[in-house]
């Protein structure tokens, strides 16, 4: 079951037709929006998606410092900033500006216009 959120808005999707373990269908290429965090659930996992300059990145929605969602930082250049306690990671590295920490990466491929991720059981 894939769920997304952009904007405030929840869809439902379940079109995994192109994508056989342990690729999952996650979202539209198109419904990637410049500038915006677009959060895509998969089985319970937040997959946090970002467009930005027509380059797309996919992270685990989970804060590295202390489990927050990223989903409700905000986006900056290229500079993502947790809502709970201010850490800054730069997107195109996963780096984080403050300390050592680092995004999750989620590895993702694009098929026909759908972007599926991978996802170890
Ligand atoms: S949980 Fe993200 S900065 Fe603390």
Same mark, same amino acid.
């Given at each position: 079951?894939? +769920?997304? *959120?952009?904007?405030?808005?929840? +869809?439902?999707?379940?079109?995994?037709? !192109?994508? @056989?373990?342990?690729?999952?269908?996650?979202?539209? @290429?198109?419904? =990637?929006?410049?500038?915006? =965090?677009?959060?895509?659930?998969? &089985?319970? *996992?937040?997959? =946090?998606?970002?467009?930005?300059? &027509?380059?797309?990145?996919?992270?685990?929605?989970?804060?590295?410092?202390? /489990?927050?969602?990223?989903? !409700?930082?905000? %986006? @900056?250049?290229?500079? %993502?900033?947790?809502?709970?306690?201010? /850490? !800054?990671?730069?997107? !195109?590295?996963? @780096?984080?500006?403050? &300390?050592?920490?680092?995004?999750?990466?989620?590895?993702?491929?694009?098929?026909?216009?759908?972007?599926?991720?991978?996802?170890?059981?």
């Amino acid at each position: 079951m894939v +769920s997304e *959120k952009t904007s405030g808005i929840i +869809s439902g999707t379940s079109d995994s037709s !192109r994508f @056989e373990p342990p690729w999952h269908y996650a979202t539209e @290429e198109s419904g =990637l929006k410049e500038g915006n =965090l677009h959060l895509v659930e998969i &089985d319970g *996992k937040g997959i =946090l998606f970002i467009k930005k300059e &027509d380059q797309i990145y996919a992270f685990s929605n989970t804060c590295p410092h202390a /489990r927050c969602p990223l989903d !409700r930082g905000t %986006l @900056e250049a290229h500079v %993502l900033k947790c809502i709970c306690h201010g /850490r !800054r990671f730069d997107i !195109r590295t996963g @780096e984080c500006l403050n &300390d050592s920490l680092e995004l999750k990466k989620v590895e993702w491929k694009l098929e026909g216009g759908k972007i599926g991720v991978k996802i170890e059981e």
